[in-house]
């Protein structure tokens, strides 16, 4: 105070960054785990330079069930190990999107508008409301989502930077697929062929045949398309066999969702890019899924039978 006096200067009244990462002003605790594909597997926090790549202070190791909060930074990291790292909000609610590491915590400080909570709730509301009046889904979730960009809920960069632009370019690839199998006759030509191959077949063979083209079909096209398509033809199959075709309709109905095996349908590709998985990954966990919806699904209907 007496420099101050002396050399005439006038004390800041603003708080220095430093004073507010003492006093926890917009900064937090938040918990990250390191992604499947991400690039800092295998190299310790002090080789990626953690630090300054990151600007976070990591706190917490944890490898399974081993927890490390003394120094780790000679501790190779591994694809699931989880940090609890301290930053500010604003650094930490990047990690949302992040290739490396994925943020587990939601988000708290500056960025959470709590006033504006049951507007959003509201605009959600009025957004499902209107598809019970018959207005199209697509158009009823736009409107809301223009609502609660217009009310403030959260601004135009927040809703952009929310879109994950890769899914959208993947299904907007898919859904021309699915209908040049439809218009072309593709779709039609599999099912008609299925139902000439299986005339005379065992119950056993028809249930199973019917529930892998369902599987596949569900793949290439919607699964409601696939369910439309394949009814009217399984329902023929069961002619001559003594198999209730209603359980023939079932099967078909509940295979079409059976899509674990490739990132084609939508919700497989909208976990896609937050997941960091490819379609080996899908592949891979997907054909076991895959046959075991299948071996579950024709067992049952076959007890039905």
């Not at 119950?203 to 892998?212: D, R, S």
């Not at 490819?278 to 592949?283: F, G």
């Given at each position: 105070m007496r420099f101050i006096g002396e050399s005439g200067c006038i004390p800041s009244t603003t708080k220095s960054r430093l004073q507010?990462?003492?006093?926890?002003?917009?900064?937090?605790f938040a918990e990250l785990i390191v992604r499947p594909k991400a690039s800092i597997i295998g190299k310790t926090p002090r080789e990626t330079m953690f630090r300054q790549t990151f600007a976070i202070e990591p706190i917490v190791h944890q490898s399974g069930e081993n927890e490390n909060r003394a120094d780790f930074s000679n501790t190779p990291l591994a694809?699931?190990?989880?940090?609890?790292?301290?930053?500010s909000w604003d650094t930490l609610r990047l990690f949302a999107r992040h290739q490396d590491l994925l943020l587990v915590t939601h988000p708290e400080g500056h960025g959470v508008r709590h006033q504006k909570g049951y507007l959003a709730v509201l605009l959600f509301a009025a957004a499902i409301c209107l598809t019970i009046t018959g207005v199209p889904l697509s158009l009823a979730l736009l409107t809301g989502a223009a609502g609660m960009v217009l009310s403030g809920v959260l601004t135009m960069d927040e809703?952009?930077?929310?879109?994950?632009?890769?899914?959208?370019?993947?299904?907007?690839?898919?859904?021309?697929?699915?209908?040049?199998?439809?218009?072309?006759?593709?779709?039609?030509?599999?099912?008609?062929?299925?139902a000439e191959t299986l005339t005379g077949a065992?119950?056993?063979?028809?249930?199973?045949?019917?529930?892998?083209?369902?599987?596949v079909l569900s793949l290439l096209i919607s699964n409601v398309a696939a369910t439309v398509l394949l009814v009217p033809i399984a329902m023929l199959s069961a002619t001559g066999t003594g198999i209730d075709p209603r359980a023939l309709a079932l099967l078909v109905a509940v295979c079409a969702s059976n899509s674990f095996i490739l990132p084609t349908h939508q919700v497989n590709a909208l976990l896609m890019g937050p997941g960091g998985y490819?379609?080996?990954?899908?592949?891979k966990a997907g054909s076991i899924m895959t046959v075991i919806f299948i071996a579950v699904a024709v067992t049952l209907i076959y007890l039905l039978i």
């Open positions: 507010a990462i003492l006093d926890g002003e917009g900064f937090g694809a699931g190990d989880t940090i609890v790292a301290y930053g809703a952009y930077h929310a879109v994950d632009w890769k899914t959208i370019a993947l299904i907007a690839g898919l859904i021309p697929l699915g209908i040049a199998m439809e218009k072309s006759g593709a779709a039609a030509l599999v099912a008609e062929s299925l065992y119950p056993l063979v028809i249930l199973i045949a019917i529930a892998i083209v369902a599987t490819t379609t080996k990954d899908y592949l």
